[in-house]
């Protein structure tokens, strides 16, 4: 059992960058391009923490402490993290409150180090990120929250265990709403179509590439890597809501669900192929309409 | 009748200088308001040093006439300004400010535009004195204080690749107050460098005054030139070279329409158009060996021919380019996701656009119906009719909208040249300028009308060339859609007008 659980947050250390592979062939597939090969992101990270990197004069030590704790707290939640009905390491009751803290918190400092550099374009990044997480956050909160009522469980590894017993065979609507909440939430926090465009290089419309502007060599490879390991903990809980596969051996679940978090990065892939980004002024009402859901979900379930 | 002080002249031909007739500036200011009250606009403004004094020419385009018109005065260092009762002027007097080190008194916002010395020693609009280093946007910029109003500075170097150019946007929050656009960092002295070249060599210059437009500008330089010298190139050169701008007009705007997908993170879209637009560059150079059309037009005619075999070569590719293109936009059209970007966003009303003298795609998407090859036909354009798309919205929709219809209607144009070429020689050879004559040659390029004004003197040597790209009337136009828009939707209106910055800087 513990093996399991601990080859998981392996699995999710190693496979968290090979999900923007997925994301980008899928994208290449979709405009008849070859693409990138598909472990492209393993390199780049690669590269860039082989590299030497440039300070601006104006950057102060919480500029190389953000991309370091994003990082961090990534790693930390991995640990909270189920894989389908495979346990986490660490669970306990209200685990979940702590990994949307961990989340938070690498938010906040890569935030800070964002504003920490004094540019305009960081600043005006910065200010979005924090503006569009405040919505994304509480329909995440709820999102997780009617997942723990329907179950009745106190640990996330508890809840996500027990969603296709007791959530999607009885009250199948609620289920619905939660995973479209959590998906909804999974592209705004990643910074994904129709969200933000990772691909842009306009840096007045990005979110969350132009905080990250003047981070280079090693410290921007760890905020990819951070990236990835963000991607990886959404995409790995929205599979483990959406794989119906508990049989018993914490192994299968595992590999099952990793298959379904590869298969939640594909689709993603496919929305971004399919549709243009949203307006800006738009993203709120997109992420309160999550909220919304989320909510529902709550008081759908008994 | 042009009016008391005006001389009268059709698109591509010359008159003697003579018979431009002198007024005062005042009394020319009020004939030009006039003749802009009743649906005339500023073609060109261009100065000439005569003694101590600077002679003032001005085009007006008159398309209820089919006509331009053309004025003259002199003015002293100091004259009133045209811009507050014609905005449309202000561009152009910023320029003669700089250029001349005259001062247009009353004018709103004079400052420099490319940053260069005075082309006459001893006259500084600025009073800068000579050793003085003149720097690129480094000048005053409007500026709105106010607590949480914050300043973002963009450019001159770019995240992408593209031409430099400074933009400073005054906001309140993602909320744009005021955008002002610093240009000038491409400025290579080519209208100087068209007066002083040899005339084999001028062809050059004109090919690069903006890469995208080289058939457009090479064109309106050679009709130029064969109008001064009274010089024609045959029909089929004619032909030819129509079929080199629609050519350059449809890889310009798909290739736009597939940027303006991409600013939108329309995938599909903008992977195709990029492919296509490639080849529709390949079908110029099926033309010329270039994809921009470099080499082909020439004084008195073009110089490759398209043999029947390459013609329906180049009409077979361009109808198997245009069901992919009609494929790529129809799904790009169709896409809600898309068109709520597009529709509402860097507005730009008829009026406004009527105010500011827009002219091209930007002009005709905000429903005014502006364009040469309809309103002042030359070349082939005289017997090939081509109906003028607009739209009224004012726009990206708008924009994108009008350049879909364009391409359908260019290729249809193009076909129809392809399937009738008139039989004939390439080039007549093109007789030297004539002493004392204007000429002016008005081309509708992909981006708008490039309008060439060229003047000689008594000798028949160039006195005065100047070249006015649509990017200049246009440039304020993009300011002005930014107003009370977001800061996040600036690289989308940025991309629906693409402007030339190296057509502005010259």
Not at chain 1, 76 to 105: C, E, M, N, W
Not at chain 1, 204 to 212: A, F, K, R, S
Not at chain 2, 57 to 77: C, D, F, I, S
Not at chain 2, 478 to 493: E, G, V, W, Y
Request: hydrophobic fraction near 50%; glycine fraction near 10%.
């Amino acid at each position: 059992m513990v093996s399991a659980s601990i080859v998981g947050v392996l699995a999710g250390l190693i496979l968290a960058p090979l999900l923007g592979g997925i994301i980008n062939r899928v994208k290449a597939l979709f405009a008849g391009r070859s693409g990138q090969p598909l472990l492209q992101p393993y390199r780049d990270i690669a590269k860039l923490l082989r590299k030497g990197a440039v300070f601006s004069t104006t950057t102060g030590e919480m500029f190389g402490v953000g991309p370091a704790i994003g990082v961090a707290a990534g790693v930390v939640g991995l640990t909270l993290l189920p894989l389908g009905g495979s346990r986490a390491p660490v669970a306990f009751s209200g685990d979940f409150l702590l990994l949307l803290g961990l989340l938070a918190l690498a938010r906040f400092c890569i935030v800070l180090a964002a504003l920490d550099t004094g540019s305009a374009f960081e600043g005006m990044g910065a200010s979005r990120e924090v503006a569009f997480s405040a919505l994304a956050e509480p329909a995440m909160l709820l999102a997780v929250g009617a997942l723990v009522r329907a179950t009745d469980a106190q640990s996330l590894s508890a809840a996500v265990g027990a969603v296709w017993k007791q959530v999607w065979q009885p009250s199948m609507p609620a289920a619905v709403l939660v995973a479209a909440a959590l998906a909804v939430v999974l592209l705004c926090e990643n910074a994904r179509i129709p969200f933000d465009d990772p691909n842009t290089h306009l840096e007045l419309t990005m979110i969350h590439e132009v905080m990250v502007l003047d981070h280079s060599g090693p410290d921007f490879g760890l905020v990819l890597y951070g990236g990835a390991l963000k991607l990886w903990i959404f995409s790995a809980l929205l599979a483990g809501v959406l794989v119906p596969v508990r049989c018993g051996s914490p192994w299968l679940d595992a590999v099952a669900t990793v298959i379904g978090t590869f298969c939640v990065a594909a689709g993603g892939g496919a929305v971004e192929s399919t549709m243009a980004r949203l307006r800006l002024v738009r993203v709120p009402q997109l992420l309160v309409g999550a909220a919304v859901m989320a909510a529902l979900a709550v008081l759908l379930v008994r | 009748m042009a009016g008391v002080s005006l001389a009268e002249l059709h698109n591509g031909f010359s008159l003697p200088s003579s018979e431009v007739p002198r007024c005062g500036w005042d009394e020319l200011c009020t004939e030009i308001c006039t003749h802009i009250g009743s649906g005339a606009r500023l073609a060109a403004l261009a100065g000439r040093p005569v003694n101590d004094r600077l002679e003032v020419l001005v085009v007006l385009v008159r398309p209820e006439h089919g006509t331009l018109a053309l004025g003259r005065a002199e003015v002293g260092a100091r004259f009133a300004s045209l811009t507050p009762a014609c905005p449309a002027a202000h561009m152009f007097e910023r320029e003669l400010a700089e250029q001349w080190g005259v001062v247009p008194d009353g004018h709103p916002w004079l400052k420099p535009v490319r940053f260069h010395r005075s082309y006459r020693p001893g006259h500084d609009a600025w009073s800068r004195a000579v050793d003085d280093s003149i720097l690129p946007c480094v000048t005053d910029f409007f500026r709105v204080d106010g607590e949480e109003v914050h300043e973002v500075a963009v450019g001159p170097v770019h995240a992408g690749v593209i031409e430099p150019g400074h933009f400073r946007f005054q906001c309140h929050g993602e909320h744009v107050l005021h955008l002002e656009i610093a240009l000038g960092y491409q400025h290579r002295g080519v209208e100087r460098a068209l007066l002083a070249a040899d005339p084999r060599r001028a062809i050059h210059l004109a090919e690069t005054l903006a890469g995208d437009s080289t058939v457009a500008h090479t064109t309106a330089h050679c009709v130029a030139l064969e109008a001064l010298g009274a010089g024609q190139a045959p029909p089929r050169a004619e032909a030819i070279r129509a079929i080199a701008l629609e050519l350059e007009r449809l890889a310009n705007h798909v290739g736009d329409l597939g940027a303006l997908a991409g600013d939108v993170g329309f995938l599909p879209t903008q992977s195709f158009c990029g492919r296509l637009r490639g080849d529709l560059l390949n079908l110029t150079a099926l033309v010329c060996g270039n994809r921009f059309g470099r080499n082909l037009v020439r004084p008195g005619g073009v110089a490759f021919d398209l043999e029947p075999e390459r013609a329906s070569e180049l009409g077979a590719r361009l109808q198997e380019i245009l069901q992919d293109v009609r494929g790529a936009l129809e799904l790009l059209f169709e896409s809600s996701s898309v068109l709520v970007r597009f529709e509402g966003t860097g507005s730009v009303s008829s009026s406004l656009a009527t105010e500011l003298g827009l002219v091209g795609v930007a002009a005709r998407a905000s429903g005014l119906e502006r364009d040469v090859r309809a309103e002042l036909p030359v070349g082939m354009y005289r017997f090939a009719q081509v109906p003028v798309s607009t739209w009224h919205t004012g726009d990206v929709f708008a924009r994108a909208w009008v350049r879909w219809l364009e391409v359908q209607r260019s290729a249809v144009l193009v076909s129809d040249l392809l399937a009738a070429l008139p039989t004939g020689g390439l080039a007549t050879r093109c007789p030297a300028p004539r002493g004392d004559r204007i000429a002016v040659a008005m081309v509708e390029g992909w981006r708008g009308e490039v309008c060439h004004l060229v003047q000689t003197d008594p000798g028949g040597r160039i006195a005065t060339y100047k070249v006015v790209d649509p990017s200049f009337h246009n440039w304020m136009g993009l300011a002005m859609a930014l107003r009370n828009q977001q800061i996040s939707d600036f690289p989308l209106c940025n991309k629906s007008f693409n402007l030339s910055y190296c057509g502005h800087d010259l």
